[in-house]
């Protein structure tokens, strides 16, 4: 009894302590993207992709509240497609995101600048896209979405079978054809670099600036290129048995992961030990595990 009582309040502990993290992260998320909204976006006249691009349209031409029409464009978006949002823990959070989002965009008019802190369109349009990225960033790893398009994607991947990536890009392009009829198309050209520039960024955040690559050594000498590796880098090496489709010959290939910084010490250890030797590099954006990092820290659903 006394086991069980301990495991569901380990499980529980856990549990409270994840969430905390996550709300954390959506948090401070919600609060970057808004700090985008008010110092670098709105005052250049660049328009945000989605419901808070739409949002900027109105205010605008009737100056209601940017944050108000924010969350009243997303209420309705997320009443449709809260089933499509991967379940109950998922939906909560997208809600307290852009209920979050949505206050401080609202808020923070009182306390910055209104004309921001530059009037130059290239740094306006590079700053926001890069804070406002991040914000995304965190959000995602927080387990929740920022509402407006990434609902609207969902739906229509459900209803009409058209990919999230080119529902993304409908939808924004629409936007930014009324940016351009509002403004001018310079600001709305400006705003799809803004865009690109703020995808790019969110992925660096839930990557990580550690990128890892994943090493693929195809050799005649196994041996003595995973010894080298193990002896110079200390890392696992993996020996993979295979057979050349054209040859029909044995060969081993070996399989390692090192970080960005050790990729021409591989290189080098490869090219002195077996010249000959054939090596694919890639990319590994998570790696868990012995002399990574711990699966515990797997932000897991």
């Given at each position: 009894?006394?086991?069980?009582?301990?495991?569901?309040?380990?499980?529980?502990?856990?549990?409270?302590?994840?969430?905390?993290?996550?709300?954390?992260?959506?948090?401070?998320?919600?609060?970057?993207?808004?700090?985008?909204?008010?110092?670098?976006?709105?005052?250049?006249?660049?328009?945000?992709?989605?419901?808070?691009?739409?949002?900027?349209?109105?205010?605008?031409?009737?100056?209601?509240?940017?944050?108000?029409?924010?969350?009243?464009?997303?209420?309705?978006?997320?009443?449709?497609?809260?089933?499509?949002?991967?379940?109950?823990?998922?939906?909560?959070?997208?809600?307290?995101?852009?209920?979050?989002?949505?206050?401080?965009?609202?808020?923070?008019?009182?306390?910055?600048?209104?004309?921001?802190?530059?009037?130059?369109?290239?740094?306006?349009?590079?700053?926001?896209?890069?804070?406002?990225?991040?914000g995304?960033?965190?959000?995602?790893?927080?387990?929740?979405?920022?509402?407006?398009?990434?609902?609207?994607?969902?739906?229509?991947?459900?209803?009409?079978?058209?990919?999230?990536?080119?529902?993304?890009?409908?939808?924004?392009?629409?936007?930014?054809?009324?940016?351009?009829?509002?403004?001018?198309?310079?600001?709305?050209?400006?705003?799809?670099?803004?865009?690109?520039?703020?995808?790019?960024?969110?992925?660096?955040?839930?990557?990580?600036s550690?990128?890892?690559?994943?090493?693929?050594?195809?050799?005649?000498?196994?041996?003595?290129?995973?010894?080298?590796?193990?002896?110079?880098?200390e890392?696992?090496?993996?020996?993979?048995?295979?057979?050349?489709?054209?040859?029909?010959?044995?060969?081993?290939?070996?399989?390692?992961?090192?970080?960005?910084?050790e990729?021409?010490?591989?290189?080098?250890?490869?090219?002195?030990t077996d010249?000959?030797?054939?090596?694919?590099?890639?990319?590994?954006?998570?790696?868990?595990?012995?002399?990574?990092?711990?699966?515990?820290?797997?932000?897991?659903?």
């Amino acid at each position: 009894m006394n086991t069980l009582v301990k495991s569901q309040f380990h499980l529980f502990e856990h549990f409270s302590w994840k969430s905390l993290r996550d709300y954390g992260l959506i948090t401070l998320g919600g609060l970057l993207q808004a700090l985008a909204i008010r110092l670098f976006l709105v005052p250049s006249n660049l328009v945000n992709g989605g419901v808070s691009g739409l949002a900027q349209l109105i205010n605008h031409y009737t100056g209601l509240p940017i944050g108000v029409m924010t969350l009243v464009g997303n209420i309705p978006l997320l009443l449709v497609g809260w089933r499509y949002l991967g379940g109950r823990r998922f939906t909560m959070r997208t809600i307290f995101a852009v209920v979050l989002s949505s206050a401080f965009t609202d808020l923070l008019v009182y306390v910055l600048p209104k004309h921001g802190v530059t009037f130059d369109l290239v740094l306006n349009t590079l700053f926001g896209g890069i804070i406002s990225g991040f914000g995304y960033g965190l959000v995602y790893m927080g387990q929740g979405t920022s509402g407006g398009t990434d609902i609207l994607a969902r739906i229509l991947r459900h209803y009409r079978g058209i990919s999230l990536s080119a529902s993304y890009m409908i939808t924004d392009s629409a936007i930014m054809f009324l940016a351009g009829l509002s403004f001018s198309w310079t600001n709305a050209l400006y705003a799809l670099v803004m865009l690109y520039v703020s995808g790019i960024a969110a992925e660096a955040m839930m990557s990580g600036s550690n990128v890892l690559r994943s090493v693929v050594i195809i050799t005649d000498k196994p041996d003595d290129v995973a010894d080298e590796i193990l002896r110079a880098l200390e890392r696992g090496v993996t020996v993979i048995p295979a057979k050349g489709a054209y040859t029909g010959v044995e060969r081993i290939i070996l399989f390692c992961v090192v970080t960005r910084s050790e990729v021409n010490q591989v290189k080098a250890l490869v090219r002195e030990t077996d010249p000959d030797a054939f090596m694919v590099i890639g990319e590994a954006h998570e790696v868990f595990g012995e002399g990574f990092a711990p699966f515990k820290e797997i932000n897991t659903p």
